[in-house]
């Protein structure tokens, strides 16, 4: 049976609208939290820091954990 109503192309494009937010912020943060910037830094930075990207591995897509940890980034640069 095909539905009558019209898709609701708002809802469709703003999910693409978050995706691509999303995909930016991720880069953004992969760049910023890379373990190889903090080569040379102490062990626990290093540690740090992989943790972090490891975290940000795992919710590649999830704009609202990527805000979050866009927040632990900015904490961690700020202590370095």
Do not use: W
């Not at 609208?17 to 102490?42: M, N, Q, T």
């Amino acid at each position: 049976m095909i539905k009558s109503e019209a898709p609701d192309f708002a809802h469709l494009f703003g999910n693409l609208s978050k995706r691509d937010k999303a995909a930016v912020l991720y880069k953004e943060l992969s760049v910023l939290l890379h373990p190889d910037r903090f080569i040379g830094s102490d062990e626990k930075t290093v540690e740090q820091a992989e943790a972090l990207f490891k975290e940000l591995s795992n919710c590649r897509t999830d704009i609202n954990k990527l805000l979050t940890l866009k927040d632990k980034a900015e904490q961690f640069i700020s202590e370095q």
